[in-house]
């Protein structure tokens, strides 16, 4: 199947400041790429749909303002957790979808931990 | 709008033996398929099978397989041989509109 890279794998950031996360497909043009939230122990909620080169569609509840989605190419979308803090902290994960693909690829997922 | 029902929160089965987890769904799409993902430890999602909604077939794919029924909105999983590296969260996922939902999923262990 396609490869989806998802960086980074961890990260720890001080409470008040800014995340990246990036998620690549390798090998494949993304033209929709989707974000999860997943907490402990629980299923992966779906944040938001990103379309290359429009503005991520969000589900309800999930504030834009602090989970930016930039979706500039066909490989390449990142989601920035601004402003985090603890209550942020959690299992982000990508997945992308090609216009010809029936199914979605995951990348590895990204534990973010807000201190 | 979609909706997914896993009502097995763990299940559990003897190695070498046969478990079946359940799913049942809702979804005003007409053109849609069903997958369930299965979550080990590394937290990598992994495909394990998936259903075209138009297909009457049962989709099968080595030891796992599916009954699907359309009209009850139902698509369990069933798992054959079971083997310890099976043990993982399952999830149920129908996809449509562009959309991939999951189910709450189904912990899975196996039984030496």
């Known amino acids: 199947g396609a490869v989806v890279s998802q960086h980074p794998s961890w990260v720890i950031c001080k409470s008040g400041t800014s995340v990246k996360i990036e998620c690549r497909s390798l090998d494949f043009q993304a033209t929709t790429m989707f974000w999860y939230r997943q907490f402990p122990k629980q299923s992966l909620m779906l944040m938001a749909t990103?379309?290359?080169?429009?503005?991520?569609?969000?589900e309800q509840g999930v504030e834009k303002d602090k989970f930016l989605i930039n979706h500039a190419s066909l490989t390449l979308s990142t989601l920035t957790v601004t402003s985090a803090h603890p209550e942020d902290s959690s299992f982000y994960i990508c997945?992308?979808?090609?216009?010809?693909?029936?199914?979605?690829?995951f990348g590895q997922g990204t534990r973010l931990t807000v201190v | 709008a979609q909706t997914v029902t896993q009502s097995q929160p763990e299940m559990s089965v003897q190695e070498a033996e046969t478990v079946t987890l359940s799913c049942t769904y809702d979804?005003?799409?007409?053109?849609?398929?069903l997958f369930w993902y299965k979550q080990p430890p590394s937290r990598q999602m992994i495909l394990v099978i998936r259903q075209e909604a138009y297909k009457q077939q049962n989709a099968t794919e080595n030891r796992f397989s599916v009954n699907f029924q359309k009209a009850a909105k139902s698509f369990s999983l069933k798992i054959s041989d079971s083997q310890l590296g099976d043990a993982a969260m399952y999830f149920c996922a129908p996809f449509g509109n562009e959309k991939l939902t999951f189910g709450t999923g189904t912990r899975l262990t196996i039984i030496p």
């Open positions: 997945s992308a979808k090609g216009q010809t693909n029936t199914e979605a690829f």
């Open positions: 990103s379309n290359e080169g429009s503005k991520a569609t969000y």
């Open positions: 979804t005003s799409e007409s053109d849609y398929y």
